[in-house]
């Protein structure tokens, strides 16, 4: 039977064309004699060029730079400007902010992971006296990094504040346990239950548990402020899902701990796809046969984060290519689908004996 114009279209992972990438490899890379220059958010290597591999990347190619394709700098004018004395150890990371939840639990913990996991953190890594820099987009974060690392502030510097190049002996490079739009390691998961334990106390041993409750649950987006990405009418798919049975929880009215005690109760977990989603890395593998439903663009617009988290999470996954740009703001979503019909798909999918 064909499909009316305004059913959602509902798309599983082979569908989006997900390219079957290999888990991203672990370990440091090992630099010496670089370049740590003023705003940069990379290393350089003695002659100027950027070493490519220390800047922040994305996409299933890792083409996109989204803070800019770093370019060839002036090897003569960064020696004429450095300082007097180098610095002798450095970890270089690619990405510390703290103020998004959804890039925290992504490319932050990916990036961190690895000096959290370390028993002696940054000097069992690379040696008493080494100090960490992070890139100018991450430089505000500073602070907060220090102290999630339990380090003096002045052993954490950001490239934002530096007032000439800084020339490094040695310096490593953690590879990060996740790269978005590319993919997720099973190391990132435990990266992200300890920067949860460092950051709010959530307990670093947290599982699953064995059995769920068989709750179905949707995290709405409808009452975050008006600065945040929004779905237009999304009270409407509220009611009609709670009027099927369904949790209606808005994430960021509740405790980090209480999130993840609705997660665990819920056997079907749906909502737009985003932060809130991203919260089920802290369950790793033991997140059990849960299935997870993300409410999005069609596929071309669509960040596929949520999918390769799934993916490597061994969750049970459906797409539903239901929102398109409001054309108001560019900037909230709303349904393509009667908020009716696709709370029904959304039942229906609940429901259904297997995926």
């Not at 992504?106 to 370390?118: I, K, Q, V, W, Y």
């Not at 369904?246 to 994430?251: D, G, K, L, S, T």
């Amino acid at each position: 039977m064909a499909l009316a114009a305004d059913d959602p279209v509902v798309l599983g992972l082979a569908d989006l064309g997900l390219p079957d990438l290999p888990e991203p490899p672990e370990g440091l890379v090992a630099l010496d004699d670089v370049w740590l220059v003023p705003g940069a958010n990379g290393l350089y290597a003695a002659d100027g060029r950027p070493i490519h591999d220390t800047f922040l990347r994305r996409g299933f190619d890792l083409a996109h730079y989204p803070h800019g394709v770093p370019q060839d700098l002036d090897a003569g004018r960064l020696d004429a400007e450095a300082a007097s004395e180098p610095l002798d150890r450095v970890v270089f990371v690619r990405h510390a902010g703290m103020s998004h939840f959804g890039h925290l639990l992504t490319e932050c913990a990916a990036s961190l992971g690895p000096l959290l996991e370390h028993p002696q953190g940054l000097e069992g890594m690379a040696g008493v006296g080494a100090v960490l820099a992070v890139p100018a987009r991450s430089s505000p974060s500073c602070p907060v990094v220090a102290e999630l690392l339990g380090l003096p502030p002045h052993r954490v510097i950001g490239t934002a504040g530096l007032e000439g190049p800084l020339r490094v002996r040695h310096g490593l490079v953690p590879l990060p346990s996740m790269m978005n739009r590319h993919g997720v390691a099973r190391r990132h998961f435990g990266h992200v239950r300890r920067l949860l334990a460092r950051l709010h106390g959530i307990d670093p041993g947290l599982a699953t548990p064995a059995a769920d409750r068989g709750e179905k649950l949707y995290l709405s987006r409808a009452r975050l402020p008006p600065t945040a990405r929004r779905v237009v009418d999304e009270e409407a798919l509220e009611a009609e899902l709670a009027g099927r049975g369904w949790r209606i929880e808005h994430p960021e009215r509740l405790s980090l701990a209480r999130q993840l005690e609705c997660l665990a109760a819920a056997r079907t977990i749906a909502g737009p796809l985003g932060s809130a989603l991203h919260l089920l890395m802290a369950f790793g593998e033991q997140v059990g046969r849960r299935r997870l439903i993300g409410l999005g663009q069609p596929v071309e617009q669509s960040n596929p984060n949520v999918a390769l988290q799934a993916a490597r999470q061994g969750l049970p996954f459906r797409h539903v290519a239901c929102l398109v740009k409001d054309a108001v703001d560019g900037k909230d979503l709303r349904l393509l689908t009667p908020p009716g019909r696709l709370a029904a798909c959304l039942d229906s999918l609940a429901a259904a004996s297997a995926w």
